[in-house]
């Protein structure tokens, strides 16, 4: 049994950087953007936050030639990815969040309190040399231990218009509320923002459930719908160089992959046990899993010969628009990618430390848009055997009508474009979230 490319590549590598761009773009370079918008990502574990702002960054520039994205992020592999042009990223010091909900530095030996401060410095100094016209935060209303504060307050000095995004779900609605409560994230969102765009939809999930907020800042939130996915410009090697490139095969991808050995090793169980499964698999392990589970994984695979392997995909979309079926943890853009590539799936969702991919997918599978594998105490590998021979049979999510299911990014696009060009005044800022709503 063969590996299929089971490198992770952190940095310039295979999968391309800040400097390699889509070829479709060469015919779009007018110089410097006339527009700027700024995107702030924590991104203290996993790749959910910077795949999501990517994916908001790539469509924005690529209906605006008027437009320049910039990324401050902490993901440690966010080299790994390729950008369009006009689309650029800063790296800030990585941290990552600890079992017990505190955090320590990635890779520094500085202390937690130092690189928070080095952190906050990088992101007000690239806020003032960048100039945006729009500032993007994700998910945390004043960044990670409050990084951001001083940002906010030098944007809103300047009139600068701040948007915070947030996913479909959060958490469950008692601990989300607990949460924001000890951030003072309601009254920020009265103080700096502008808007407040859910990239979901109500009837599905409503990310705000249980959070007490004053009218003022009711009034701000608007539900975009789902982010839209396309397969990725194909760059350099196939993504499969094995024999699934031949046959159908399921998909299991595990995100990041920090949280995933579960999940990995329920459906190997159920190939080693079971010999009649009718599709082979193909396993994205995710770069994030600890380097020990990785070899384990993988020497499991080579006993295995309908079964296949790699740690990383960066362009995933592509291995998601092959595939007969997904199995997955059911973070927010593996849930995008199955209703755009309109796949049969399978969620296997986490339950710690949050709720947000059980709730999602409990949801999603009462709507009949995909099936749930809930553990409940109980993996065994003849359970998984079942849910697997079963997938490629249910239903496709485009089988339930949504309107405004995947209007996402079109929706995002509409409400910069207002943004962009009224002029920058306060009643302008708030007419957007009025009309738009």
């Known amino acids: 049994m063969r590996q299929a490319n089971g490198q992770c590549n952190h940095g310039r590598g295979k999968y ?65 990815f390729s950008f369009r042009t006009r689309v650029d990223f800063v790296r800030i010091p990585g941290v990552i969040k600890l079992k017990d909900g505190d955090y320590q530095p990635l890779s520094l030996d500085i202390g937690l309190e130092a690189i928070l401060s080095m952190r906050g410095t990088i992101i007000r100094h690239t806020a003032e040399a960048f100039q945006p016209h729009v500032f993007l935060v994700d998910k945390e209303p ?8 001083d940002t906010l307050m030098l944007l809103k000095a300047r009139g600068t218009p701040m948007v915070l995004g947030l996913r479909d779900v959060m958490d469950e609605p008692g601990h989300l509320a607990e949460e924001w409560e000890r ?11 502008d808007a407040v765009w859910v990239y979901g939809l109500p009837q599905i999930c409503n990310a705000l459930e249980g ?26 090697t196939p993504v499969l160089a ?14 990041g992959g920090g949280d995933g050995a579960m999940l990995i ?59 007969a079926g997904i199995v997955a943890m059911g973070g927010y853009n593996t849930f995008c990618e199955i209703l755009s590539f309109d796949k049969p799936a399978l969620i296997v969702p986490r339950t710690e430390p949050r709720l947000e991919q059980y709730i999602r997918a409990s949801r999603a599978q009462s709507l009949g848009l995909t099936s749930m594998l809930d553990t409940d105490g109980e993996t065994g590998a003849a359970r998984m055997a079942a849910a697997l021979r079963a997938l ?31 002029p920058r005044s306060r009643s302008a800022r708030l007419s957007l979230v009025g009309e738009a709503g």
Request: aromatic fraction near 8%; include cysteine.
């Open 16 to 80: 391309g950087s800040a400097d390699r761009r889509d070829a479709g773009d060469q015919g779009m370079r007018q110089g410097s953007g006339q527009f700027r918008l700024l995107i702030y990502s924590h991104d203290t574990f996993g790749l959910g936050h910077l795949r999501r702002c990517r994916t908001i960054a790539h469509a924005l520039v690529g209906r605006r030639r008027d437009l320049s994205v910039l990324i401050l992020s902490g993901s440690p592999i966010i080299g790994s």
């Open 142 to 149: 004043l960044g990670l231990r409050g990084e951001v504060r």
């Open 183 to 193: 951030k003072n994230a309601a009254p920020a969102l009265d103080a700096f923002y």
């Open 211 to 236: 959070i007490p907020l004053p009218p003022s800042v009711a009034a701000k939130v608007r539900y975009t719908g789902y982010l839209r996915r396309e397969p990725a410009p194909r760059q350099g």
């Open 242 to 255: 094995s024999p699934v490139d031949e046959e159908k095969f399921l998909l299991v991808t595990t995100g």
């Open 265 to 323: 090793d329920w459906v190997l169980r159920a190939y080693e046990e079971h010999d009649d499964l009718p599709l082979s698999a193909f396993l994205v392990l995710g770069p994030f899993m600890h380097s020990s589970l990785q070899a384990d994984f993988m020497r499991r695979v080579e006993r295995l010969p309908r079964v296949h392997a790699i740690t990383f995909e960066a362009n995933i979309e592509n291995l998601m628009a092959k595939a």
């Open 392 to 422: 490629p049979h249910q239903p496709k999510p485009s089988e339930v009508s949504i309107p405004g299911l995947l209007d996402g990014l079109d929706v995002i696009g509409g409400l910069v474009d207002h943004w962009l060009e009224r």
